[in-house]
């Protein structure tokens, strides 16, 4: 599984469980398993566990009972950093994480939709992993007006973390487009379809917090594993 850029290791457990909580794995009133026994299942410390649901319980998404255990409250509205990603496992949930494939700042690919201020952006392609199956390759261009450089090795797995915390900019809004397209030749080799195959594909345009479109990107994912999911409330 790729460690660059990863999150701490409580954070990705607590943002498992959330994407479980959404998917509808773990349900409203559920009592979680013995603190000892879920920590040995995820194969962390106890310490770890109990600082992940030390943050679902600020998010009200776990009541923590003296001498009972936890249990999940599953009508709150958690702020996940990865809140706007809606692709998921088949079976529900799956821990987001990525591999940075190349990072370029060029012209604008004029197929895009248009976006930001620019005739300039940052080009971001990334393999994403779901709880370290392989999911979908990304296409992410990021106004170039926006800053003058990225480096690889600063970009968080979330890359609206990276925004928030490198460029105070936070992702508000998106609009997703589904249809299908050809995967692209750069395609990594352990993606399990071959270059112009067809897939679902996304298209997104997200917009800061001002309201001005900063961002677009494509992504094309592996039907056989992915699912596109859009929950309403």
């Given amino acids: 599984m790729p460690s660059l850029g990863a999150l701490p290791l409580y954070q990705q457990i607590s943002e498992l469980l959330i994407r479980d909580i959404a998917a509808g794995r773990l349900m409203d009133g ?53 809140a706007l990603l809606r692709i998921e496992l088949r079976e529900g949930g799956g821990l987001p994480t990525a591999r940075v494939l190349s990072v370029d ?61 490198r460029l105070n900019l936070w992702i508000a809004r998106a609009e997703d487009r589904i249809g299908l397209g050809k995967l692209p030749g750069w395609a990594p080799a352990e993606f399990p379809h071959a270059p112009g195959t067809p897939l679902p594909m996304i298209t997104r345009i997200a917009s800061a917090q001002d309201g001005q479109s900063v961002e677009a990107s494509l992504t094309w994912y592996d039907p056989d594993r992915v699912a596109y999911v859009a929950r309403l409330k």
Avoid: C
Avoid at 40 to 57: D, F, M, N, P, S
């Fill in 105 to 165: 700042r060029l012209a604008k690919d004029p197929a895009l939709p248009a976006f930001g201020t620019s005739s300039e952006g940052h080009r971001i392609r990334r393999l994403r992993y779901l709880s370290g199956v392989v999911a979908a390759v990304e296409e992410i261009w990021l106004d170039g007006a926006l800053t003058g450089r990225i480096v690889p090795q600063d970009l968080s797995e979330s890359l609206y973390l990276y925004y928030r915390q």
């Fill in 30 to 82: 559920e009592r979680l398993p013995p603190e000892r026994d879920m920590a040995a299942g995820l194969g962390i410390a106890v310490g770890t566990l109990r600082q992940a649901l030390k943050e679902l319980a600020a998010k009200g998404l776990i009541e923590r009972k003296q001498g009972s255990g936890n249990y999940i409250r599953a009508n709150a509205d958690p702020s996940s950093v990865y």
